[in-house]
């Protein structure tokens, strides 16, 4: 077997070749290999259940799916009976993902007296090699302030019995960051 692709996080594309089927082989020299079975290995995965959609590469339709473990970290799929070429495109289908948050809130005032606004900016970055999914921002009102109706901006939430605000963020892919901000006014 020859396997070419990539490898990112915990997803893994793969073209997996019978490496008897060469253009030499087949067509200038009319020989079509024998089928040939084994075992591909990649390190690096994160111990859990990951999803193998096996692909025919001439058509490009999907021919199956498996759930498949890692464990001690390395993926191993079977390839059994290959005469051509297949694809499998592999995903974490339950596995733990690794995100990595870092928070930075910062205000706009060191000091603020009653009646004015204050705002804090909310920085998150993923240092993690794996995209945060649904990551919710939870921020407290500090005591002796009112939350300012509407400052959470888009996706932000007030709920006055938590005294908080929460945001849902979808998605934080390895590497990126945002901001949210809120405002509120000093008691």
């Known amino acids: 077997l020859r396997v070419l692709g990539q490898k990112q996080g915990n997803s893994a594309y793969l073209w997996i ?16 290999p024998g089928a040939v079975s084994g075992t591909v290995s990649i390190s ?6 990951y ?5 025919n590469t001439v058509s490009g ?33 339950g596995a733990v993902l690794h995100p990595d948050i870092s928070l930075n809130i910062a205000s706009n005032k060191s000091k603020a007296s009653p ?27 500090p005591s002796n302030t009112s939350y300012v ?18 945001w849902t963020v979808p998605s934080v892919a390895a590497g990126a960051s945002g901001q949210r901000t809120v405002q509120v006014t000093v008691n």
């Open 44 to 49: 690096g995965f994160v111990n859990g259940s």
């Open 17 to 32: 070749q019978n490496s008897g089927n060469t253009w030499a082989n087949v067509v200038k020299s009319g020989v079509k």
């Open 149 to 166: 109706n509407g400052s959470a901006g888009t996706g932000g939430s007030y709920s006055a019995s938590d005294g908080a605000v929460v």
């Open 115 to 141: 009646g004015e606004v204050v705002t804090y900016t909310i920085t998150f970055t993923n240092k993690g090699e794996d995209a945060a999914l649904n990551m919710q921002l939870h921020f407290p009102v």
């Open 61 to 93: 339709s999907k021919i199956s799916s498996e759930t498949v473990s890692v464990s001690n970290g390395k993926l191993q799929l079977g390839v059994s009976s290959l005469s051509t070429d297949i694809a499998a495109v592999v995903g974490a289908g």
């Open 51 to 55: 999803t193998v959609d096996w692909y």
